[in-house]
């Protein structure tokens, strides 16, 4: 571990008594993957305490603030900075903290990440600043993992095959986070616009060569006949996938993005589920959001993913049922991630501790 300033105390279990007050633990996206950033395994037990520990009353989930000007075009041209406060109690201590992440669609042909930002964490005893770190590799590691701890509750056991549309990073966590869920997957078919669709197909060759991947020419012949379909299309305000694609028995339709399905899909689907309906219908851009908006579903139509994984509602009952699942992307998974990699970092040395400010007058 790298310091400027004073010197760190040792590492202790919780985070509140691993540095003095007013020093900060700055890890970079580097930082990050060394303090076990891209483990998969990591990312949904921390999403699954996230659920736990709000389910017990022991978490604060604001509603997410995307600041965008009103004047400016759609997000997808103007991009967004979305803002998650949270406050989310973990197995190495409750933890404060927001994630401030930007997106911006131009970013991509300059060739710079579409999606960069940080995410600062806050401790318990004294609500001082204990790390600010990349949110790149959190925000899309909690994401696969909140479909890594949905996927057995709303796909089918059998299911083989499994249709993107997408093939940016998240498509990535994605797929990782199903086939962590589902190892016996053995065909994935990839559609993007452009030739993203050739550089991950190559990226899962590598990782799982047992796996049959393709880059495909369309949205419709990636996810034809498809037991699980996962659409994470960025920068789309119109849905890319026809509603006569996917409308068959059995399917699971993840749609991670926004509005990449047809609204009215959501009046043929037997299980309707979000991880939180209420954040989900504030934002207001994804595909079940507008389906409400349009009336075309109800809010006794959805169920939130919390309550099934905590057994108080049902999510797939029959191999038949056609389900559909929308997350949002809530801060307490954020913070939950967070604060494991924050200790872990401590644990392994990674990062630079950094002086905030000292007891010297300032005034």
């Keep these: 571990m790298r310091s400027q300033g004073s010197g760190a105390a040792s590492p202790q279990s919780l985070p509140t008594h ?33 659920f736990a520990a709000w389910r017990a009353g022991q978490a604060l989930q604001p509603a997410k603030t995307s600041l965008r000007l009103a004047h400016k075009q759609q ?25 401030a992440l930007g997106a911006m669609p131009g970013n991509l042909a300059q060739n710079v990440p579409r999606a960069t930002g940080t995410i600062t964490l806050f401790d318990d005893t004294h609500k001082m600043p204990i790390a600010i770190m990349d949110a790149q590799v959190v925000s899309a590691m909690r994401t696969g993992a909140v479909s890594a701890l949905a996927t057995p509750k709303l796909a089918r056991t059998d299911a083989r095959s499994l249709g993107c549309v997408g093939a940016g990073v998240n498509m990535m966590t994605q797929i990782r986070g199903v086939l962590h869920a589902l190892p016996g997957l053995d065909t994935i078919r990839i559609y993007s616009r452009g030739t993203s669709k050739h550089q991950l197909a190559e990226r899962l060759h590598q990782r799982y060569p047992a796996l049959a991947v393709s880059a495909v020419d369309s949205a419709e012949t990636a996810v034809a006949d498809a037991d699980i379909v996962v659409t994470c299309a960025a920068n789309v305000n119109q849905p890319v996938v026809p509603l006569q694609a996917v409308n068959r028995p059995g399917v699971t ?52 993913l919390g309550d099934i994984l905590a057994g108080q509602a049902p999510g797939r009952t029959t191999p038949a049922q056609k389900v559909f699942f929308g997350p949002t992307g809530l801060g307490i998974e954020d913070i939950s991630l967070a604060a494991h990699i924050y200790t872990q970092a401590l644990a392994r040395g990674c990062g630079t501790v950094l002086d905030l400010w000292s007891n010297q007058p300032w005034i």
């Design 75 to 99: 997000e997808a041209q103007a991009g967004v900075v979305n803002v998650l406060p949270a406050a989310v109690a973990t197995p190495v201590g409750t933890v404060f903290g927001v994630k």
């Design 253 to 304: 339709i993840f749609n991670i993005g926004c509005l990449e399905n047809e609204p009215q899909l959501l009046a043929h689907m037997d299980v309707i589920v979000s991880d939180n309906w209420q954040q989900s219908k504030h934002r207001g851009v994804q595909t079940h959001a507008v389906a409400f908006s349009q009336g075309i579903i109800a809010d006794s139509d959805v169920t939130n």
């Design 18 to 50: 691993s540095l003095a007050p007013g020093q900060v633990l700055w890890l970079s996206r580097q930082d990050v993957l060394d303090a076990g950033g891209s483990d998969m395994a990591l990312a949904t037990q921390a999403v699954q305490e996230a």
